[in-house]
């Protein structure tokens, strides 16, 4: 095989068992799951064989610790509450580990460019079942978009896809170095319009928030000189349809409706979970089927870490966190990366565990070369 054609299958291998699975099981029917997820263990279990002497070799002492403290304190909850947790809760450490060494192998190499075919796909494919048949982009209060999208999920599925492979693409280009930037702009600012036309509020937030990350890349210390020429115009645009702008603002947070209701659902939800606790709960967090106001989960990462991995394992992970944050320039990542995961775990519940988890790995704990030797 050529260089190039590796490059190729070991950034394919990323993107199908790491980052695109949650956008795969949305699309496809619920009669294809099952042969889906048996792919998905198919090519864990090839990346294990394949990564299984830099695992041993290679030894992430602090990322492999919280892994193991993930999937033991698992099988304990699972015992304190006679049942068991979802088989992600346990797997999934493993999968994001063995995910970890593969990327953090040197002697692998990866070719971001295929994200942008990626993002070409999933607009033709979003714009064909979806944008394409909207009655108008803007207001449709009598149209019922859900229905048309996934089987699997809601409209809201378009700006996840979007905005976490988008960040997948970010966190990885800068990892790599792989002079992305461009290419990263021009998707941020797609997906941004994209998303204004699907309206989810914190699809909005977090797009916005990589839109401006990726500027931030793209120009660096140019950023003052380009503010000038772009922020003018900016400010003029804004002024000039600032009555567009606010009935927009108006339309996707201020009327009633299934986006509205899903916000007050939520809210409503984590404080279920806390009016709910009791001794046991507290230290073990609910048993798997418990419902918060009417929903399966409390759309937290943070509540659903407890109920996952116990408070001890939430005390564990915001301690980690903590510590990231107050000891930032020893670790290679800028805080502000943290910002899109941080903006979606108070509203929807898309990490830990999930399948692109590798990327919060990476942000929390790649240091700086010249730190990179001290285990913690």
Request: charged residues 15%; aromatic residues 22%.
């Amino acid at each position: 095989m050529t260089v190039q054609f590796k490059k190729n299958i070991n950034t394919l291998v990323i993107l199908y068992l790491l980052i695109l699975p949650h956008t795969v099981y949305s699309i496809i029917n619920s009669k294809d799951e099952n042969m889906y997820f048996l792919s998905l263990l198919v090519v864990m279990v090839l990346l294990f064989v394949n990564q299984f002497k830099s695992i041993i070799k290679t030894l992430y002492k602090a990322e492999l610790l919280f892994v193991i403290i993930l999937c033991t304190l698992s099988i304990i909850t699972s015992i304190a509450h006679g049942r068991m947790s979802p088989g992600l809760a346990f797997i999934a450490p493993f999968v994001t580990y063995i995910g970890y060494v593969f990327i953090r192998n040197k002697s692998i190499n990866f070719n971001l460019k295929i994200f942008n075919v990626v993002f070409i796909f999933l607009y033709v494919y979003f714009y064909i079942i979806y944008f394409g048949i909207l009655p108008d982009f803007i207001y449709r209060s009598n149209f019922d978009e859900d229905l048309i999208v996934f089987e699997s999920a809601s409209s809201n599925g378009i700006s996840i896809a979007l905005n976490i492979t988008l960040y997948s693409y970010l966190i990885l280009n800068y990892f790599f170095k792989q002079k992305r930037e461009r290419d990263i702009f021009i998707i941020a600012l797609i997906n941004f319009i994209f998303i204004v036309i699907q309206q989810s509020r914190a699809g909005l937030i977090v797009g916005l928030v990589l839109l401006f990350i990726s500027i931030y890349e793209l120009y660096g210390s140019r950023i003052k000189k380009y503010l000038f020429y772009v922020g003018i115009p900016a400010i003029i645009l804004v002024a000039t349809f600032s009555d567009y702008i606010t009935n927009y603002l108006s339309l996707i947070g201020g009327m009633s409706g299934i986006e509205t209701y899903m916000a007050n659902e939520r809210k409503f939800a984590a404080v279920d979970f806390f009016n709910g606790l009791n001794i046991n709960n507290f230290i073990f967090g609910y048993s798997p089927g418990t419902s918060f106001n009417g929903l399966s989960y409390t759309f937290n990462v943070f509540l659903d870490f407890w109920s996952t991995y116990s408070f001890l394992g939430l005390s564990i992970f915001v301690f980690i966190l903590i510590r990231r944050f107050i000891l930032w320039k020893k670790y290679k990542f800028p805080i502000y990366y943290f910002l899109p995961f941080l903006f979606y775990a108070f509203v929807e519940s898309w990490f830990f565990p999930m399948y692109w988890d590798v990327i919060i790995y990476l942000l929390i704990f790649v240091k700086h070369e010249k730190f990179s030797k001290f285990p913690i």
